[in-house]
């Protein structure tokens, strides 16, 4: 893949990267066109958590920011990284009922074109003094073919393993910096609302982990506060802030932007932890404080909460975002024999949506988002007959059952309609692994064969690695887990993962690798497309596997 840096890129990433690090800055030569700024940092707003990109599209990139006070948002927008041709935007108000965030959809971009951004709040006093400015930069999608890099990973902050200054905080957040991505996927379990943070904590071998620590994290998340507080937690790592500058994100939810595991039918009578037992009032803050915080574009009046939504990126890709917590039934044994309201997983306006909109694509490549994997089998407990109860779609070994009979009509209707170069990438387990779904070693076998990409975690404990259901016939190519006998490993260990997909503008091919902590390549799968968009046959697999010696 061409190299996609450039040395004025860099030159504006580190003015950049000095104005998301230091709290008192000086103003910036090419700031020279804004407002004047007022030099008492006493009636200065400020936007401390910096700004972030999301769900880029054809035309148009979601802006998000937020200030501490009451005031407004100004964007300003360039093809110049000095902004002499500049597009001034007077964005919305930032006020207490979203916790000071706000966002601005930049749209009318130029397709294939580099942007500039400069963000400042302007005061709502008589003075309107002016925050200093924080800066990004990123890549509109492009109409024609190219070069297209993006990566993906889950589960940030988890486990208790927070912000370590003297580890280096969150820094795989910068080595996924460092690759120059288009845009990056966040699998889910943006936060750990379920996870207090401490300020020190024993990991493997002895060592001594030692974290930042706010209120906000020292405990579960009750409140609306201590859900948002999660997240600005999260956006103190400079790691973290200089990522969400320069890379666009697509945001999905699981279960901890909660509590684990939760569905309406979630009991919490027995957790000391918490003294608000109401699960769906937990589930309205959590979701709230998500929609807060997320870069996400909001979908339509129509359902305002919506998290499932598809995004295209040129002609060699498209992104469809699903949504496995929202509409999901009760965590239960999962093995019914009749679909029902307890079988679902997706649910039905969802899987429709989905189907219809896979059909529709003729993008070279239909990356499926999901926030769990489909044949590993994620438990949650027993029931109170003592069965195993599942907390994802697998539910061991045997015929379509419980959440599968979804699954199982889906990749029915992809091979019926012949819906060419489907992959799907997802996190969830905490490890990472490539999984193939073979047809004649399933139990169900009306499909065509695919693959299922797993990363992380991204900063949390590293887990795994789980079983497998042989209902869809998933074959693990390739996994990295801790070993035999050990859990919940910190990032001291380095099993820290994220993926990474490349896209060639010549031959589209797809090439996956999982890279590690330092961004180091630990496995790579590149996988040919198929031509035309009725044509016979499923995606061929090129014979370059290369696995970690």
Known sequence: MTDT????RRRFLQSSALTLGSAALTRPAWAAGAPALITSDAVRPVAAQGLQLGDPTLGATLLWSRADRPSRLIVTW????TFRKARKIVGPYAMDDTDFTVRQDLVGLPAGQDVFVRVEFQGLDNGRAMSEPVLGRFSVPSLRSRDLRFVWGGDTAGQGWGINPSFGGMKIYEAM????????LHSGDTIYADGPIKESVTAENGQLWTNIVTPEVAKVAE?????RGRYRYNLLDENVRRFNAEVPQIWQWDDHEVTNNWSDAKDLSADARYTEKNVPLLTARGTRAFLDYAPMRPFSAVESQRVYRKLSYGPQLEVFVIDMRSYRGPNTHNRQTEPGPDTAI???EQLDWLKAALKASRATWKVIASDMPIGLNVGDGKDAQGRDRWEAVANGNGPVLGREFEIAELLRFIKRERVRNTVWLTADVHYCAAHRYEPAKARFQDFEPFWEFVAGPLNAGTFG???LDNTFGPQVVFQKAPPAGQANLSPFAGMQFFGEVNIDRHSHA????????????IFSKTLQPVRGLFGEGFFHDRDMDRFEG
């Open 346 to 348: 997706l649910g039905r």
């Open 465 to 467: 690695p789980n079983t």
């Open 5 to 8: 840096s450039s040395f004025p």
């Open 78 to 81: 360039s093809l110049d990284e």
């Open 223 to 227: 409140t609306l506060d201590e859900f």
């Open 510 to 521: 797809l090439t996956v690798d999982f890279r590690d902590i330092d961004g180091t390549s």
């Open 177 to 184: 910096r460092q690759r120059q991505p288009q845009f990056f």
